[in-house]
DNA sequence: GCCGCCCTGTAAGCCTCTTGTAAGCCAGGC
DNA sequence: GCCTGGCTTACAAGAGGCTTACAGGGCGGC
């Protein structure tokens, strides 16, 4: 679940986007609107979390900007003038959600929350694969009914392969999912996470596997089928 | 118990949300309809009471707003206005309960206790899991039958965690289950208190446990299932 | 009203688990 | 058989959680 964020009080930044990484988030942060499209463009976020006050662009130019190339991505905005007007504006201009200055940590997450799991939304769907189910909400995984205990990587890791069953995906495309740009890991740390995670599912006997194409990627494999 | 306190008279809000408090409610405490429309969206209240004479936006339509959001939230409404006709507003627009100003505390609090019995709502079940059972309405827990001696703090988790047996509660909806936004508690603060919660079920031989998922939250698991 | 007890949050230190790193091994492809 | 890319294992750092001690506050008893 990666979100980027874009404040240019550095402070804030700091803090905020520690407390989302301690919530499972991958955050990405930027300090100015220029680089928030930038990256936006470049990658896949599940939300964008855009404080108004940016020293470049106006910040509904940069939701602008970013919803013309990628429509879907739900925004968030944050402000510290709390008139209507610019309410009406940011909800116009298509944020899903407004957060006036100062808020507090939990207030955020929830907002986040909220926005994912609207219909669309990354959270609140049940991801299904052979014998095993991934409630993306609660992030609760069961084999055959049965619960299964998965580290944070791990959910990871199985989150974005369950949500692309099938389908093939490269150390790159994992990489970017996973981690922010603040924490780029090295070339076998992907490797690692895979080898856990198929240990972990032979263990608890899944009726899925992680299949490897050499110099290509893996892709999620349901065996029965 | 979480509640959200909707009063523009400051000194009122004090007094009322302090009582509140002593009684054993986290309580959130707004000022204008803006903030308590917007409280109520980010966060899971079990009841909402609500002043009608809010400085910005009508009372009635803070209820609307909210119950288009969450139908299931249950209302209290006060209001210095006896007349009829607002009465029958209220609770055409979906208010549980009305209450008249000047009310003293005791009235609130069982016109609160009296909504949360409600079928669907917070009290007057009867939680069971493993050998252990709580009472929701007295908030006496029994273990085999026989009484357990618990703290407040204790109460509430133990009451949150069998309300939710066998799912996963993260540190951060403990936090917002337990404390109001005003009372922020330090990281660990719910170690802690846990760790107490843990300690009195081994005393009194509950065959229920708190476990641990590290990096994502708790659960309650039942030792013998 | 004063004293003492209990409850609860804070803080600090320790311990455990997770996760990335690195190094060596294995396998597939040419 | 060699080379490349992936797998595996061991290791170390760090985060996160546990435990314990302590202090402030509230409440009841005297």
Redesign the pocket.
Known sequence: MRLLYVEDNERLAQNTSASL??NGFAVDCVHCGEDAVHSAKSFDYDAIILDLGLPDIEGLNVLKAVKAVKAEVPFIICTARDALEDRIKGLDAGSDDYLVKPFDAAELLARIRAVLRRPGGALGVTLEAGNISFDTASREVEVDGAPA?L????L?LLELFMRRKGRILS?DTIENA??GFD???????I??????L??KLIDMQASVSIQ???????FLDDDGA
Chains 1, 2 share one sequence.
């Open positions: 990484r301690a205990r580290s944070r990587r791990e990871d150390k996973l981690y924490e780029p890991p090295t070339p076998n740390a490797e690692v996470a895979t080898h856990r198929r240990k490897t194409l050499r110099g290509i990627g893996y």
